[in-house]
């Protein structure tokens, strides 16, 4: 069912980029079929204690709300952040429906064995997709391998017109960047959690699986801390590469904070 949501989400969008009369509802329809994969993704991230995805499916309804009505305005800003959206699905669709997934799945896991050796802790290769240490086993998904980054952040550089220096450029910061350090945060998560770093809290952090709060700490608060850091850095390079860029954010942010501001009174 969940896959349903992102496959039709992703035809959506994918028939939004299509210049036809009908092209803004497409992309109306593509973010519903977002913010719905998110609220159906709320169990399973309160089952891993996981807050942060649950507090963006209640801030996307709003969002989508203010989108939908820009899109159906015809508004500039809201229809290049839907391009942006519908270049990052192109980008992403292959891996996610495509044996070129898997493909990239084991060749991370191949990776990411390969720096845990260099580091001093050698793994188990169980599966194509699992690696153990010390009787933990942690499974490499699609979702740890960076390409959903790399296709968002791709996808944001598509959003403003853009010289070929600037798309070199651009997609040089982006992507080794990205698939580097993932490979490395990978590698820094199977060790706190094989090596059980971080047993603190099991109020907080455990689910009921031996061990698990290392998992919990290391994965779901320190990686995706610095994930969101190291996002933001690479947005303020995009910036600074591509000024049009900041600009759009600018802009864009100003229009969806006006219309929160004029929701609760506050806004003329």
Same mark, same amino acid.
């Given at each position: $069912?969940?896959?349903?949501?992102?496959?039709?989400?992703?035809?959506?969008? /994918?028939?939004?980029?299509?210049?036809?009369?009908?092209?803004?509802?497409?992309?109306?329809?593509?973010?519903?079929?977002?913010?719905?994969?998110?609220?159906?993704?709320?169990?399973?991230?309160?089952?891993?204690?996981?807050?942060?995805?649950?507090?963006?499916?209640?801030?996307?309804?709003?969002?989508?709300? *203010?989108?939908?009505?820009?899109?159906?305005?015809?508004? $500039?800003?809201?229809?290049?952040?839907?391009?942006?959206?519908?270049?990052?699905?192109?980008?992403?669709?292959?891996?996610?429906?495509?044996?070129?997934?898997?493909?990239?799945?084991?060749?991370?896991?191949?990776? !990411?064995?390969? $720096?845990?050796?260099?580091?001093?802790?050698?793994?188990? #290769?169980?599966?194509?997709?699992?690696?153990?240490?010390?009787?933990?086993?942690?499974?490499?998904?699609?979702?740890?391998?960076?390409?959903?980054?790399?296709?968002?952040? /791709?996808?944001?550089?598509?959003?403003?017109? !853009? !010289? *070929?220096?600037?798309?070199?450029?651009?997609?040089? /910061?982006?992507?080794? !960047?990205?698939? *580097?350090?993932? *490979?490395?945060?990978?590698?820094?998560?199977?060790?706190?959690?094989?090596?059980?770093? +971080?047993?603190?809290?099991?109020?907080?952090?455990?689910?009921?699986?031996?061990?698990?709060?290392?998992?919990?700490?290391? #994965?779901?608060?320190?990686?995706?801390?610095?994930?969101?850091?190291?996002?933001?850095?690479?947005?303020?390079?995009?910036?600074?590469?591509?000024?049009?860029?900041?600009? +759009?954010?600018?802009?864009?942010?100003?229009?969806?904070?006006?219309?929160?501001?004029?929701?609760?009174?506050?806004?003329?």
């Amino acid at each position: $069912m969940k896959e349903l949501l992102v496959l039709f989400s992703c035809l959506f969008f /994918l028939a939004f980029l299509i210049p036809w009369r009908f092209r803004h509802y497409c992309a109306v329809l593509g973010w519903t079929f977002i913010v719905l994969f998110l609220f159906a993704e709320i169990p399973y991230y309160l089952s891993i204690n996981n807050m942060l995805y649950p507090v963006m499916a209640i801030i996307s309804v709003p969002f989508l709300l *203010i989108t939908a009505k820009h899109l159906l305005a015809r508004e $500039m800003l809201v229809t290049q952040l839907s391009t942006a959206a519908a270049v990052a699905f192109l980008i992403y669709a292959p891996f996610a429906y495509s044996p070129l997934g898997n493909w990239l799945i084991s060749v991370v896991v191949g990776q !990411t064995e390969w $720096m845990l050796q260099a580091f001093g802790y050698p793994p188990v #290769h169980e599966a194509w997709n699992m690696i153990s240490r010390n009787n933990f086993r942690v499974e490499i998904i699609l979702a740890c391998t960076g390409i959903q980054a790399i296709a968002i952040m /791709l996808g944001v550089i598509s959003a403003v017109k !853009t !010289t *070929i220096r600037q798309k070199v450029l651009g997609f040089l /910061l982006v992507v080794p !960047t990205i698939y *580097i350090l993932n *490979i490395l945060r990978n590698t820094s998560v199977i060790i706190a959690y094989t090596e059980q770093w +971080f047993p603190y809290l099991p109020e907080i952090a455990g689910n009921g699986e031996f061990g698990y709060e290392s998992f919990f700490w290391a #994965h779901n608060v320190i990686a995706e801390g610095l994930a969101l850091l190291l996002l933001i850095g690479i947005a303020w390079g995009l910036f600074r590469l591509i000024p049009d860029l900041a600009d +759009f954010a600018i802009r864009l942010v100003q229009l969806y904070t006006s219309d929160v501001r004029k929701a609760f009174g506050r806004g003329t």
